[in-house]
């Protein structure tokens, strides 16, 4: 599932294709998406020109002149192919929504599962819509920190992992990331979040962005069906240092111990019990 580097390279990649341009034509192939593509979308967004775009969490937001903001969500499978002007395009199975732009570009929306959204929300209005009313912080953000963080975990009973993926806590963090970081910051997964604080807030805080940071520089993770926005592959998988290493020797230390797995809250944790404490 994309997670917020994958999307924030998606967002990087459409900034060009469609900022300051008009949709000249938005085709809706298949409409049942996990929120169905709203009935009015196609004559609302066609002679819109993009104001702006943007990402908050794993939703990206497409500004329109009118007034109106495009949601985004690319779900489990979704991907963003973009078509430059002038380039040969067949419409491929599961290329749901198709939006030509007045330069000839095209932008399409493929999405096999169908957990993805597109939808509708007023510019002035979507912060205090669900789900961003109460979606925690950017990790990349400057409000992020490590009293930030320590903040949002005070009182909480889970284990640290399970809170990381929880949006309201810190925004846009999914499986790969909140097992890297916790790594990296050698954090054990399996510590009660409400008891994170301090030093350690701090220095998960600082883990979260780097991790982020660097997934983002090799252009995200592809393991199934992420891709960039021209179709190549995103190549942090091949950095991973924990997720999904079960079994394969550890590398952050000199501690000759094996990556575990466990399960919490129904996902797959890989740690290292001898640098996660
Ligand atoms: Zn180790």
Redesign the pocket.
């Known amino acids: 599932m994309p997670e917020l580097p994958e999307v924030e390279i998606v967002k990087r990649g459409l900034e060009p294709a469609i900022t300051g341009k008009v949709f000249k034509r938005a085709q809706i192939r298949r409409s049942d998406l996990r929120v169905p593509v709203p009935r009015n979308f196609k004559s609302v967004i066609e002679g819109q020109s993009v104001r702006k775009i943007s990402r908050r969490g794993k939703y990206i937001l497409i500004f329109l002149e009118g007034g109106q903001v495009v949601v985004l969500h690319l779900g489990m499978s979704g991907r963003i192919h973009i078509h430059e002007p002038g380039a040969a395009y067949k419409p491929e199975k599961h290329d749901h929504v198709i939006l030509d732009m007045d330069d000839g570009g095209r932008i399409v929306f493929n999405d096999p599962r169908r957990f993805g959204m597109l939808y509708m929300a007023p510019a002035n209005d979507w912060e205090k819509q669900d789900p961003f009313l109460k979606m925690g912080p950017e990790p990349l953000g400057n409000e992020f920190s490590g009293p930030c963080l320590e903040e949002k975990l005070r009182g909480r009973k889970s284990n640290i992992k399970s809170a990381l993926l929880d949006q309201k806590i810190v925004a846009g963090i999914g499986n790969i990331y909140a097992c890297e970081a916790l790594f990296e910051s050698g954090i054990n997964p399996e510590r009660a979040a409400g008891r994170i604080a301090g030093k350690d807030a701090e220095c998960l805080a600082g883990s979260i962005r780097s991790v982020l940071q660097k997934a983002i520089a090799a252009g995200g993770s592809s393991l199934k069906d992420y891709r960039q926005t021209d179709g190549s592959l995103g190549y942090f998988q091949h950095a991973f240092s924990v997720y999904d290493k079960e079994g394969k020797k ?1 590398p ?2 000199t ?1 000759d ?1 094996d990556v575990r797995r466990i399960v919490q809250a129904g996902r797959s944790t890989f740690f ?1 019990p ?2 996660q404490r």
Request: charged share 10%; aromatic share 0%; glycine share 12%.
């Open positions: 550890c952050g230390c501690c111990t290292c001898v640098k």
